[in-house]
């Protein structure tokens, strides 16, 4: 048995602990074998030499992390503890590199060890495939890269788009023009943008074609050159439907694909184009397919729990799904 005592230095031992000491509990439950006693601003670890050793590494990591963002949450340490990645790359400041600013001036970085590749990815390859589960910031993250380069005038202009397939609902029963029913389904991107660039900024984009937000079969006969393009909810594309939009791929161009496979709305024996690419582009220069997990959820918390839930039960899909999935 061995005893190692670790000192927080210049950190408020409250803060850093958590009100009632939740954080400082969600700490001492990652580590079961070795007592952990924190009194005033230090903290004591007993156990075997092993176990004290990981713990030293991980706290430290931890410390580091509070010093530079002066704030923990509990996702903070699930993510720190569990992702070697997410450590490696935190340790080596790749986490810290802002993407933008919001609206109110709040740095959007990457989150997420998958959110850091994606950033990474973009630097080397010019299209990006990103899949995982609803949470994980697919979208988010690669619509801050789109705005970036837009201000960075590295490209002249973002083309947003989705599939409008239904989710259990039709589009005739909608009310509205086409317009009024096709906007729903663009909503989220919309909402992205706003949280990105401020509104009379992005009312001028949107008016002069700079930012360009449609459905997916308005981009049948264009070429897109120096554009930024996000295909999102790419699972919903079917085989012909990917290729088109692969294909309007232009000179000075980026695109990112964004989808969750464990979600294709695609009417019954319609195969999902998203699966299809990920197998046949699979190992191509240029290209990158990042595979988002729940490690990457950043939404409420409860959010990871339930997309495990439904991974975990095979009754929480249905037969034709799976049947989809498979082929």
Known sequence: MVEKI???EDIDPKIFFGTNNILFDSIRNHFPKLKIIARGNEIKAIGEEEEVEKFEVKINELIDFFEKHNKLQQ????RLFSDPEMSKAAG???????LVFNISGRPIRARTVHQFHLVEDYRINDLLIAVGPAGTGKTYTAIALAVRALKNKQVKRIVLTRPAVEAGERLGFLPGDMKEKLDPY??????????MIHFRKLEAWLEDGTIQIAPLAYMRGRTLEQSFVILDEAQNTTIS?????????GVSSKFIMTGDI????????KKSGL???MRILKGIEGISIIEFDERDIVRHKLVKDIVRAYGQDENGVTDDETERRRD
């Open 6 to 8: 670790i000192e927080l």
């Open 75 to 78: 996702d903070d340490i699930e």
């Open 92 to 98: 080596n400041g790749g986490m810290e590199e802002t």
């Open 186 to 195: 663009l909503q989220p991107l919309y909402d992205a943008l706003k949280d």
């Open 241 to 249: 439907q990917l290729k088109m939009f692969l294909t309007r791929m």
């Open 262 to 269: 464990t979600q294709i709305d695609l009417p019954y024996k």
């Open 275 to 277: 699966l299809q690419a």
